[in-house]
């Protein structure tokens, strides 16, 4: 079964995967998440911020592999392979064959990857103090969210994004056709035409990390 939170901190984009490992430590407080997930987060200000100017839409960067690799590691799984779909949504596979869902997001100030052992997922992160234009949050809203849903546009932005990357499909749909509603502190139902998905949106380290799943 997967550690449910795993937060990695680096001190050097060239550290070790042992020294990485060795900074790892463990939090059980992903609420509303009903199977094994695997979360590592990583604050960028100490790098370069080199990988965050690639377009990677074809290969992981090499942040991307190493986290991951960490991820598998963790859960006794050294022999997966990470691969992407055409759509460019990313996903993992053991020697058996088993399919492990795999999502990626970052910021200027975080770097996230998660890991689920049995279900695709989505995950999104913005600054909590991301400033929102009020031409941006008109497009991205509901018609029915504009007086029901009170949570700050870059919070309801991470809860859209993810689950545009939990459908495979990123911003080639309108985030403003999905119907968002809460159901508690933490925990969101997203409606995309017929599809119902989960959506757990927590706050960390001023950070907004949202992980979508059905």
């Known amino acids: 079964m997967l550690s449910n939170?795993?937060?990695?901190s680096r001190t050097s984009k060239r550290m070790s995967k042992d020294a990485l490992l060795n900074q790892i430590?463990?939090?059980?407080d992903i609420p509303h998440v009903p199977f094994g997930l695997a979360l590592a987060i990583s604050p960028t200000n100490e790098f370069d911020g080199e990988f965050l100017k690639r377009a990677i839409p074809a290969e992981f960067s090499p942040i991307?592999?190493?986290?991951?690799?960490t991820l598998a590691?963790?859960?006794?799984?050294?022999?997966?392979?990470?691969?992407?779909?055409?759509?460019?949504?990313?996903?993992?596979?053991?020697?058996t064959g088993t399919r492990y869902g795999v999502s990626i997001s970052h910021t200027k100030s975080m770097y996230a990857c998660c890991l689920s052992e049995?279900?695709?997922?989505?995950?999104?992160?913005?600054?909590?103090?991301?400033?929102?234009?009020?031409?941006?949050?008109?497009?991205?809203?509901?018609?029915?969210e504009m007086e029901k849903l009170k949570i700050s546009v870059i919070r309801l932005w991470t809860i859209k994004e993810a689950?545009?990357?939990?459908?495979?499909?990123?911003?080639?749909?309108?985030?403003?056709?999905?119907?968002?509603?809460r159901v508690t502190d933490s925990l969101f139902e997203a409606r995309l035409k017929d599809h119902l998905i989960?959506?757990?949106s927590i706050k960390k380290m001023d950070h907004w990390f949202s992980i979508a799943f059905n």
């Open 64 to 69: 991307s592999r190493e986290s991951l690799q």
């Open 118 to 144: 049995s279900r695709n997922i989505g995950l999104d992160v913005e600054h909590c103090n991301r400033v929102v234009t009020p031409r941006l949050r008109n497009r991205i809203m509901h018609p029915l």
């Open 5 to 8: 939170v795993i937060f990695a």
């Open 73 to 95: 590691f963790e859960i006794g799984k050294k022999d997966l392979k990470f691969h992407k779909e055409s759509s460019g949504r990313p996903f993992a596979l053991d020697a």
């Open 198 to 200: 989960k959506v757990v």
């Open 25 to 28: 430590h463990f939090e059980n």
């Open 163 to 181: 689950v545009l990357k939990l459908n495979g499909t990123g911003l080639r749909v309108n985030m403003s056709d999905i119907h968002t509603k």
